[in-house]
């Protein structure tokens, strides 16, 4: 079997683990995220709770299988929380996701976060274009949180942000995952042009990516996850072209996607860093 | 008429005055089921306010037909709404139900105001099996806001909460309802596989509670709830068998529920406690 | 060409306008709201940003194209955040909207707030029939966040607000809006009995009316977005009947509308105020 074949193999076994495991993942969101999240969650096959106060956040992270943080909307309380669950996901080894959603100057207070959170060795940090290349120190002009940049063309700059986690992970026309461990990019293709025109499917990815982080190795994990959404979102787009139908049609697949669908529709490449 | 007949009339008689008289329900709600605790409730007759603050939460509970108060997410200044207005809704002898998501030792913080909560009387307290087992005394291994115990094997458990409440709704596959008016346990089927698969189900079926409790009794009110959504999983279990789909369809059915449906779908039994 | 023919045209237009500049929306809203409103201006052609806490609030709304604040469900940090963001947007010439939720002598809190907040001058004020009767200084018994009003009655007492605001928007059976402008009254007719069914979507039509306002007037922005919830509600009802599925062909229509569709279902009619 060639390389990519194996790999399309590990997210077979990564994604019968999640159903057999139901793994407890604990998601620090955002207001806009955090129903979107746990739905694709249950479907996907993980249980997911979303603690994010300071008072419970230690001892829910220790019980916890996997901890997704996404610094969507924080308030004081849940940037307490992150903190708290960040530094004890380190202490008791529990993989967790960093999604730094709208990183860069405009919006300092959680740029500020994220920078302190990089101490406690996230195990994955996903975003889009625009964020992975500011957090590797360019300067973008950003707009809001949707992303100005292609993924295609920042998955280079990336490479520094490896001495922080195991893998990171570039959303975009076209997801491009960066792996410590294979010293390679992954390119995950699939997806549908619908999808950025749903809210939080980012922010949803990052939780399942912590899904799958607590049944396999973080870069199997991080292109399971991918896969999973990029062949719910080709799927649901053949099913459905207009926005209301593709989502519904989209979470769908996220829960009946199977061995089969993987096998004839993982669309990966493998890339030199 | 046998004593099931009876309840099922009126069942029919509550669901007709929800919608006659589209009670005010305060929802002190989490972050994941605000939209679809509110969706449900408006689907269903009745005209939700997510009214959570404590500045507010006096007046509002005081002008309120029914309060619901679920820990799913809670802030501080939640848990100063919660203590305020489950103290307005007693003086005031507004209906209000307890859902206590998460209840044990992990999260202390909720379980320590849950604790408190009860010395005012919740009308109703609603939780899945373990966490009702839990606050009725047992140690149970919890796994996050899911169950990991059978609704049918912790009932009999919940017998000595009834000294806080006029009635105990368990939910699970079969819902059972501990109601001290009547010194019985009714067990609702109905439903789907599927329904724990979406998110907040069990939130939203505790602010529909509250809805109902506006109208009658709180022992026909807690029945009603649970009917109510058991026919509505059960019709779009058989209309759509994938999640999305599901969900849409049993969103329909929470709003195109009619006498008709209830007389020929409810399915309840009365079991001695 | 007669002046509703003009207006229809000035329509086509703004919505052409949005689907260009895509204009970044800063949401200031509620916990129902978040996601339903976001989707709706991801669909509607806008890029929505929820950005609500205060440390951010003043450089976020320095870069955004339009600003959105809504009362639904306020927090002690959001309510700075929208103090210093309505500031900010008064200094910069950023239009804003404003949506006093529940205005009233129940939700104090909220409405020394919205007092507060039109010093700031909000370029359109929308809201029900209630929360505008009440905010031109009208006594009404309110019902929560539900209007126990018919907009048809009230627009006539809300010329008084027109010293605070360009526009003043009434939603409800049909919608009324009050352009300082033009000196009238427009009504734009539409929609479904079904959408005060779904949750929110008053909450997104000020988020939509602050998405035009970035790309025209603030006349043509309101009766825009107006007429862009009506004739998606319209066609959404004669496609779905059912409140789920009504939902779903509401968020399609959302996005699917287009210079065809509004040159042939707009309907509206100027009036004098």
């Known amino acids: 079997m060639d390389q990519t074949s194996t790999l399309i193999e590990h997210i077979v ?74 530094q004890t996901a380190q202490r008791t080894n529990t993989p967790w996701v960093l999604d730094p959603v709208g990183y860069g100057p405009v919006l300092k207070w959680r740029s500020d976060m994220v920078d302190e959170l990089l101490q406690y ?11 992975i290349s500011t957090l590797a120190g360019n ?33 975009g026309e076209s997801d491009f995952i960066l792996s410590k461990e294979l010293d390679a990019v992954i390119q995950v293709n699939g997806g549908s042009y619908l999808q ?16 799958y982080c607590a049944v396999t190795t973080p870069t199997i994990a991080t292109i399971a996850a991918h896969t999973h959404f990029a062949i719910a979102g080709k799927l649901a787009f053949e099913k459905a072209q207009t926005i209301g139908q593709f989502n519904v049609a989209f979470m769908d697949y996220i829960h009946s996607l199977n061995p089969d669908l993987i096998q004839q529709y993982a669309d990966i490449k493998i890339l030199e860093i």
């Open 196 to 211: 950025p025109k749903v809210t939080a499917t980012g922010c949803a990815l990052g939780a399942l990516i912590a899904a």
């Open 13 to 86: 076994e990564a994604w019968t683990q999640l159903q057999t495991e139901q793994p407890l993942v604990q998601c620090i969101t955002n207001s806009v995220a955090a129903n979107y999240a746990a739905n694709v969650l249950l479907a996907a096959g993980a249980s997911p709770a979303m603690i994010d106060n300071p008072f419970e956040a230690e001892s829910f992270t220790t019980i916890s299988a996997a901890l997704s943080i996404n610094l969507g909307t924080p308030t004081n309380e849940q940037m307490q929380a992150m903190q708290i669950s960040a």
């Open 121 to 131: 060795n996230p195990t994955v940090i996903r975003g889009n274009a625009s964020e």
């Open 139 to 171: 300067q973008v002009l950003s707009k809001g949180v949707d992303s100005t940049l292609d993924s295609a063309d920042v998955y280079h700059q990336a490479k520094v942000l490896l001495e922080h986690a195991e893998c990171i992970a570039i959303s």
